[in-house]
């Protein structure tokens, strides 16, 4: 009997643990971006689904507004289903696979020091600063990129063309 609730004392300790473990590890995903990232990888779907839909559904600017109302539906479900709190502690074992609760303590202390708060507040200054630099310097690549087009289409109808 009393094995039985030395065990019983012993896994509620490690759950505790876990769990407090698991709170841990959701808070630095939260500090480190969790949110602006949940936010950015809807965006992005968000994109890529408009571009797909209208090629596939040769959407005529007479039809924007019902794709404009699907993807806002579309958006509405994303961000819902992101910020389901089963989501939260999932992204939070992700940081526990590759942090222990030492290094995770030691991350929250950084992010509530003063340098660390500054460093949380400019965050999405710089990541849209970086973002612009990034676009900037991609624009440079777009008349590479019509040549290039050109040319694979070009081998594309050479292609067709042979019997």
Do not use: C, H
């Not at 808070?27 to 965006?43: A, F, N, R």
């Amino acid at each position: 009997m009393k094995y039985l609730l030395a065990v019983s004392v012993l896994f509620s300790a490690l759950s505790l643990a876990d769990e407090d473990s698991l709170k841990k590890a959701s808070y630095v995903s939260e500090v480190l971006g969790g949110d602006d990232l949940k936010k950015l990888i809807v965006q992005q779907i968000k994109q890529q689904t408009a571009t797909l839909v209208e090629q596939r559904l040769k959407i005529v600017q007479k039809e924007r507004q019902l794709l404009d109302e699907y993807l806002s539906k579309l958006e509405t479900e994303l961000v819902e289903k992101l910020d389901e709190p089963s989501f939260d502690q999932q992204l939070g074992q992700i940081y526990l696979n590759y942090y222990s609760e030492e290094e995770l303590d030691q991350i929250i202390a950084f992010y509530q020091s003063p340098l660390g708060q500054k460093m949380r507040s400019q965050s999405p200054s710089l990541t849209k600063d970086v973002k612009q630099a990034i676009s900037k310097k991609t624009e440079e690549l777009k008349p590479k990129v019509r040549l290039m087009t050109s040319e694979l289409k070009a081998k594309v109808e050479g292609w067709r063309s042979v019997p």
